[in-house]
């Protein structure tokens, strides 16, 4: 039984991972929410940014906190010009933005996320390897065809054997740490006090038959895995397996001195995989006098034969290490991060560290570089690799402040590493406290995950600095005095020196500031969070007493509303939550006889004298084009207290809704199903239950198509209709369909059924929709269908089938669902229904697009009988 129901889905983000997961060419972002896992489609965007109005904005206003409500879609990038604003150039930037994709549940809550590359993805992208508590690991994969996840493997190790001793405690009272080879050649799950479980994965053909393998130099050549299913069944007709067999060792028995792991990371630029480990033989202790008994040590694996090879030990290391981060090329090794330091180790074991506060003194004996003027706490960071090219890391401290990592670079060893803070009017305060994840989404853009505030979408700019624009605008040889001497190339000394002065750029010139530029950042997009709520309380919304803000909410607001208090420290907030949507009401109107009512405006035909003199037609072009005309007409379905239908029409205008008289729009024509505007705004189309009116742009009647069968002499009834211009589709009440078309005279016209299917079915509703994003592969037609917007038109059978077709073309469907009533999780033409399966009564079908300025796309909307 349960006690207790959802509200809302979990917002906090608490991992990330940036793959192409979607297919080979893409950037995702997966985010993992508690037990909610979320992928996202990053797109670009671009704008126009004014750079002296930005700077004079973050001069004036540098201690002032970053509002969350400044970049959202409607004020994205706003630039307000002065009167001198002709003067100044507005430059263009890029902005990275987060399209949700799919989001599902997971049984259990997320404790960690890899990328793996996997053989023949059905995708084409990377894999996905998902770690829950306890002890569990699921390996999934993208199906573009059913657009959705599809299991790979899941693996358990929460085993009777694996639980320790009695004092040990449970598997669930230690954390589990996911890690994965770079290369994609296994993955380690460490769980328990001290057990770690390696799961291998196998490697594409030309991976194993590598044309530069010396086996005098690399040792003999790796044979080929057989598959699992060969190897059981002595075949390998099914489908193999894209991992081997994973097994679990105790961390003592990969070296003794593993009795207290701390973390681990596996390295980049091994040819086998390789992962260097945080550990040490006593316990942490904060209250013995116990210094530097921490070791790294790094271990190279040999999956075949489940061995493993200690290459790297560094002893005596500060105690209040507690990560690993491996860096890629050219810096190389890996990054130790503590609560008070920060210590590089290479290749070859040569530490260089860094200490960010001055209790670094009294914590350790360790050399490290002072740096101790910076007061840093590391506690809960999070580092990301920002530039390849020299090895910048960017830093996301405990309180939400910005830090860059910088290397010192001699030759191609590193010599040194420096801290420095990002100042508040480069962005350095947009985070508004500790990030819980963080991610590199391109190379202007990161993903900073948050359970305390909002998680953002940051991005990079380097402004270059002035001495880096005269050398992009150097000419002349006269300039060449200007450059620093480490800037030219000078070929006379690459001649005498050969290649033992090749070195990374350094990432900082010698007065502080970056080579590339000053950095800065600024927030792109944002997901909301409610996390985490320390208190909530109902209560009702509040207006001024005989406000019009009061009497606009009479029956729209909801009754009762849920606050809560919500964020941490810069991000506190109060949330307010209601169960529906609350619009705000601008205005309001009595209509109490009305049950329907649309909304068009229409182009205004040109009077007869000015329709020959082609100069006259364009100095009148723009009062009559309907783009330049808002929704001015409003056509009102009413039913009064007798039961008597009529339909009004209204004109828009700013005192509100006045009635539109003395044109030939009948109001007691009837009820109005549906209306809308046909030949490019030129014509209005009202369609009444009994007949199909045609106005043009001052209503005036210009046509009646009525709803007669002449063959049978019946009059059927139309129920609902739809409009996409130039067709018009309509649903009658002998379950009928009648397809129209408004040819160049803007004359409605009747198309031929030309499939039998179409005169034999009976139809419950139908929709049309115009497919103008390309979403639905293009319609090539010989009646001059234009490519970039094909028609399609959506069909409900009584038997509860989807038939879509393409118009004009009424031969055949290209598209048939028969198992549309199931409500199947994924629409296919041959879906199998299980037995047992719950057949809805669906009523109405809708295709519409869906979304906001960034991405949008067309979603099946079905209703159903309650």
């Known amino acids: 039984m349960q006690c207790y129901t959802e509200l809302t889905p979990p ?76 003067l100044v150039r507005a430059d263009r930037t890029n902005n990275t933005k987060l399209v949700l994709v799919a989001e599902y549940p997971i049984f259990g809550v997320v404790a960690g996320l890899a990328r793996i590359k996997i053989q023949n993805s059905k995708s084409g992208g990377e894999a996905l390897l998902i770690a829950t508590r306890v002890a569990r690991l699921s390996l999934v994969q993208w199906d573009p065809e059913k657009h959705a996840l599809e299991d790979v493997s899941i693996h358990f190790y929460e085993k009777e054997e694996l639980e320790g001793s009695p004092f040990d405690g449970p598997l669930s009272n230690y954390p589990t740490h996911l890690a994965a080879d770079p290369g994609s050649r296994c993955a380690a799950l460490r769980f328990g006090s001290r057990y770690i479980a390696f799961l291998p994965f196998k490697l594409n053909d030309e991976d194993i038959d590598m044309d530069d393998w010396d086996e005098d130099v690399d040792g003999p050549r790796p044979a080929k895995e057989p598959s699992a299913t060969a190897a059981t ?48 033989m006593q316990r942490r202790s904060n209250t013995l006098p116990r210094k530097d008994h921490f070791s790294y040590k790094v271990f190279t694996l040999d999956l075949q034969q489940r061995a ?16 690993v981060i491996a860096l890629p090329g050219p810096i190389g090794g890996a990054l130790l991060v503590g609560t008070n330091e920060l210590i590089h180790i290479d290749q070859s074991g040569k530490p260089n560290g860094v200490a960010v506060n001055a209790f670094t003194k009294e914590t350790t004996s360790f050399p490290l570089a002072d740096q101790s003027e910076l007061d840093l706490r590391l506690e809960h960071c999070y580092i990301e690799q920002m530039s390849p090219e020299n090895g910048e890391l960017l830093m996301v401290l405990s309180d939400g402040r910005l830090a860059i990592i910088a290397f010192k670079i001699d030759g191609r060893t590193v010599s040194g590493l420096s801290v420095r803070i990002v100042p508040a009017e480069a962005g350095g305060n947009v985070v508004q406290c500790g990030a819980s994840s963080i991610s590199r989404l391109s190379k202007n853009a990161f993903f900073i995950g948050n359970t305390g505030s909002d998680s953002l979408v940051v991005g990079v700019t380097r402004k270059q600095t002035q001495n880096a624009r005269k050398k992009t605008r150097l000419v002349d040889d006269s300039f060449a005095d200007d450059l620093e001497d480490e800037d030219i190339d000078d070929d006379d000394d690459d001649d005498l020196y050969g290649e033992t002065t090749t070195t990374v750029p350094s990432s900082t010139a010698a007065n502080g500031v970056p080579k590339g530029g000053e950095i800065s950042f600024r927030v792109h997009d944002s997901l909301l969070s409610l996390a985490p709520v320390k208190d909530m309380t109902t209560g009702k919304q509040a207006f001024i007493p005989e406000s019009e803000d009061e009497k606009n909410s009479v029956g729209v607001v909801a009754d009762l509303q849920l606050a809560a208090a919500v964020g941490k420290g810069n991000a506190a907030a109060i949330a307010i939550m209601n169960q529906n949507i609350q619009p705000k009401v601008i205005g309001k109107f009595e209509f109490p006889e009305a049950r329907g009512f649309w909304t068009m405006c229409v182009q205004k035909p040109i009077p007869k004298s000015l329709q020959g003199d082609k100069g006259a037609n364009a100095a009148v072009g723009s009062e009559f084009d309907a783009s330049s005309i808002y929704d001015k007409f409003m056509i009102v379905s009413k039913v009064d207290l007798d039961g008597y239908e009529t339909s009004d029409v209204y004109a828009l205008t700013g005192a509100g809704f006045e009635a539109f008289t003395g044109t030939e729009f009948d109001p007691a024509a009837g009820f109005t199903v549906e209306a809308g505007t046909m030949g490019k705004h030129m014509r209005i189309i009202q369609v009444l239950k009994s007949e199909v009116r045609c106005y043009d742009g001052d209503l005036g009647l210009s046509q009646i198509l009525p709803m007669l069968d002449e063959e049978t002499g019946a009059e059927p009834r139309v129920v609902s209709a739809s409009i996409a211009d130039p067709y018009l589709l309509l649903v009658r009440d002998d379950a009928s369909i009648m397809v129209a078309q408004i040819d160049n ?12 299917t179409i005169l034999s079915t009976q139809w419950l509703a139908g929709c049309l929709y115009t497919d103008t994003t390309g979403v639905f592969a293009p319609i090539q037609t010989d009646k001059g ?37 199931y409500v199947p999780p994924f629409l296919s033409a041959d879906y199998a229904v299980r037995r047992g399966t719950v057949q809805e009564t669906l009523t109405e079908v809708l295709v519409a697009k869906l979304g906001d300025a960034t991405e949008s796309s067309p979603y099946l909307i079905v209703s159903s009988v309650r």
């Open 785 to 821: 269908t234009p490519e970039s917007q094909s028609i399609f038109m959506f069909l409900l059978s009584a038997v509860g089938a989807l038939y879509i077709y393409a118009l004009p073309d009424l031969s055949k469907p290209v598209y048939v669902a028969a198992g549309m009533t």
């Open 745 to 756: 005279n803007n004359e409605l016209e009747e198309m031929e059924k030309q499939d039998d």
């Open 11 to 86: 917002t906090g983000v608490q991992h990330s991972l940036s793959l192409p997961f979607l297919s080979a060419q893409s950037n995702n972002l997966v985010v993992a929410k508690g037990s909610l896992l979320q992928i996202f489609a990053t797109k670009t965007i671009s704008s126009e940014i004014d750079h002296t109005q930005n700077r004079e904005k973050q001069t004036s206003r540098a201690d002032t906190q970053y509002d969350r409500r400044l970049n959202d879609d409607d004020g994205l990038e706003s630039s307000f010009l002065g009167g001198d604003g002709m």
């Open 233 to 280: 069944n002595g075949t390998s007709n099914l489908a193999d397996v894209p991992y081997s067999t994973s097994y679990v060792l105790p961390l003592p028995q990969l070296d003794p001195s593993l009795l207290h792991p701390v973390h681990l990371a596996f390295l980049h630029e091994y040819r086998e995989p390789t992962f260097g480990i945080i550990s040490s």
């Open 308 to 323: 493993s090879t200690a290459i790297l030990s560094v002893n005596n290391l500060p105690q209040d290490l507690f990560k």
